[in-house]
């Protein structure tokens, strides 16, 4: 038997919906939404690094801007890729400065470093640039160096590494770049340069062409990195590309070629991560197999992965030097398992 409706005590809810002709009649009450400057608005590097300085370099007038973070630990010295800057790796050096200490370097023709020849950016001189910054950093009592490198900053912290110009390296971390991918996408690379907005109104439009057009996936890190990449021209009255990567054609191939037979020659630990494994080359791949370095495929990230999920970057990369002892003492980290030391 079905109760009897008419002798049910109406619900409050019931008394509301008839006082309304409709429930869509009034609006629902939304958060204040985000104007496109407020969303991609530039953010200070102040809250991620501890400092910035400019590195003088003697008997030259070349002077290259750093940025720095933590004060203890082995050094992760951070080379930033093509047309990026030092302050890719902000978000990364939020997490890797609590157990080590970080400097990521504006490299030629890039950010606020300010050198003789912005064009010359053969492999050879960005390699005698690290070590003539490390040199000046650090005297000739330098610390552990674990170098990082990401794309064009791979390259060069490979070759680093092969030729052994830094005599304390420890550890060698390349992010996503491998001879075989790099090598092929060059006939591409001045079409893709040329295709990319070339001039923006505001840093926040700068900003949000890079998310847009998906070359960075984070949002809060392109609010920072973003600023570094691009300077303002009175005469255009509007911001344009830092770098000149267009002019620099000649020294692309020097930059990749014989770059995997480098890397696996390193005589240091060493790290690959990559955004896919369809980048493994063949030289990579038997090299990976023998267990000559270790490789990490990151997921859901595009080419910037330090600035696409800088978190798990940041782990990788203090998992690594734990589990090479690397420092004075090395990084404790819980959960890692230090691979054990032979008896002597």
């Not at 390349?174 to 991918?181: C, K």
């Not at 949002?219 to 990567?245: F, M, N, W």
């Not at 370095?293 to 734990?322: C, N």
Request: hydrophobic share 35%.
């Amino acid at each position: 038997m079905e109760p009897n409706s008419s002798t049910l005590a109406p619900l409050p809810e019931e008394h509301e919906s008839k006082s309304n002709a409709s429930a869509f009649s009034s609006k629902p009450i939304r958060p204040p939404s985000q104007t496109s400057a407020e969303k991609y608005s530039p953010i200070d590097w102040k809250g991620y690094f501890d400092q910035e300085d400019d590195v003088s370099i003697p008997d030259s007038n070349d002077v290259f801007h750093i940025y720095t973070a933590g004060s203890e630990g082995p050094v992760v010295f951070c080379l930033h890729g093509g047309g990026y800057s030092g302050l890719s790796f902000a978000l990364s050096a939020r997490v890797i400065k609590e157990k080590a200490r970080l400097v990521a370097m504006d490299q030629r023709g890039h950010g606020k470093s300010s050198t003789e020849n912005e064009i010359d950016m053969s492999i050879e001189t960005l390699c005698k640039d690290v070590e003539a910054v490390v040199k000046t950093m650090y005297g000739d009592a330098p610390p552990a160096i674990v170098l990082v490198g990401h794309s064009m900053g791979g390259s060069v912290a490979v070759h680093v590494a092969a030729k052994k110009m830094l005599p304390s390296l420890a550890g060698l971390v390349v992010v996503d770049v491998v001879e075989g991918t790099a090598m092929a996408s060059l006939m591409h690379m001045q079409k893709i340069l040329s295709n990319r907005m070339q001039h923006f109104p505001t840093l926040e439009k700068a900003i949000e062409w890079n998310v847009r057009s998906g070359s960075l996936r984070n949002i809060e890190s392109a609010r920072i990195s973003i600023p570094g990449t691009v300077k303002y021209d009175e005469s255009k009255q509007c911001y344009c590309h830092r770098a000149r990567l267009e002019e620099t054609e000649q020294y692309w191939r020097g930059w990749y070629e014989g770059l995997s037979e480098k890397f696996l020659s390193s005589p240091v630990p060493k790290l690959l991560l990559l955004a896919g494994t369809d980048r493994l080359d063949r030289a990579l791949t038997i090299g990976q197999m023998q267990g000559k370095f270790q490789m990490v495929v990151v997921r859901h990230t595009g080419h910037a992965i330090q600035e696409d999920v800088p978190d798990e970057f940041a782990a990788l990369v203090l998992s690594f030097i734990s589990r090479n002892r690397i420092g004075p003492h090395g990084v404790e980290i819980p959960g890692v398992r230090r691979p054990s030391q032979p008896h002597t």
